[in-house]
């Protein structure tokens, strides 16, 4: 069994934020992969923190979770939803923004530190481990300088609350589509297969 979690924040004022990919991804999954018998997310927020779904990916079963913590408690959902269907780290699959890829790419990771992702971070604590995996969907508009430390701050505010416009919403939805095909090969035929088809 595999659990993919889309990282994002709920609320209607943030669904078209570029922190919401993850959402927007793992919504995607569930079109592709959903079980019959499920025709939305079930709102599980008192059991899980979290809408959760399942269905199959070729004959692995698949439980997708969109977490209702807000971002920086993600590892709060993650953590019971891996507890209560008894799925071991290198099974997690999470899906997230990335400030430091450009829009309109991704890459597959694992094993590796949260470069200053608050949700990851949050997962690595309530799992105690980094092993496990990471779509990480590109959202840096235009290379910028380093921020000071200072302004950290409000660029964390700036990347949360911004709206994308309709041109980049057309990239990130191609972006989507591609890390949906990613996490469909990882669930077939292994993460490495995956990393070496897709990170290039």
Known sequence: MILVVGLGNPGEQYAKTRH?????????????????????????QAKFNAQISEGKIGKEKIV?????????????????????????PENVFVIHDDADLPLGTFRIAKNRGSAGHKGVESIMRALKTKDFVRFRIGTRITKSP??????????????????????QEKVLKKTIKNCVEAVEVAVKDGVQKAMSLFNC
């Open 20 to 44: 919401n990919v993850g959402f927007w991804a793992v919504d995607k999954i569930a079109a592709n992969f959903q079980s019959p018998k499920k025709d939305k997310f079930s709102t599980e």
């Open 64 to 88: 997708l979770g969109k977490p209702q913590t807000f971002m920086n408690n993600s590892g709060k959902a993650v953590g019971f939803l891996t507890k209560y269907y008894k799925i071991k």
């Open 146 to 167: 380093k921020i000071p430390s200072r302004s950290k701050k409000f660029m964390g505010k700036f990347l949360v609350e911004q709206k994308i416009t309709p041109l």
